[in-house]
């Protein structure tokens, strides 16, 4: 038996250290909490992402009392930046949650249909997009999000 080790690098940086469209992208992130629908969990995410014709798509979760009918806000922006732009990649994503009456001190990360979501759209476009998780404490910044999901699964694999 063999051992293999998967390492993920993550850039752990302040708001300031950030590049300005870094920065643009997680204010518009946190302003997007404000449009989250989250009766039930209360627990508030919204998401920017910066295609490559310049164009910043957002959204938020929107829950439902059928629970698995409701959408997280990296699914909703994603979708969204995929069916008004379908020809622009996705380069750039930011995401911030926002509870009991602040945002997270740590970055929220991404639940696991959300992270092949970003998978497929990188794959989709043949470009690495970038990964910004808003914390109050501290963000984290990932190159592709085959940093958050290193074992992918895209159509390749269904080819067999």
């Known amino acids: ?49 910066r295609l490559s014709n310049g164009q910043i798509v957002c959204g938020s979760n929107q829950e439902n009392a059928a629970f698995p009918s409701g959408l997280c806000a990296e699914r909703t922006t994603l979708f969204a930046a995929n069916a008004n732009y379908p020809d622009a990649a996705v380069e750039a994503l930011a995401i911030a949650c926002y509870t009991k009456g602040h945002f997270t001190a740590e970055p929220g990360a991404p639940c696991g249909s959300c992270r092949q979501v970003m998978l497929e759209t990188e794959h989709r476009y043949h470009c690495d997009m970038q990964v910004i998780l808003y914390g109050e404490s501290f963000c984290y910044v990932v190159d592709s999000a085959k940093e958050l999901l290193p074992l992918i699964f895209v159509s390749d694999n269904l080819k067999g």
């Open 1 to 49: 038996m063999k051992e293999v080790k998967i390492l993920t690098t993550l850039h752990q940086m302040q708001v300031s250290e950030m590049s300005e469209a870094q920065r643009e992208l997680v204010e518009r992130a946190k302003q997007m909490v404000n449009n989250s629908y989250s009766p039930y969990s209360h627990f508030q995410v919204g998401a920017a992402a």
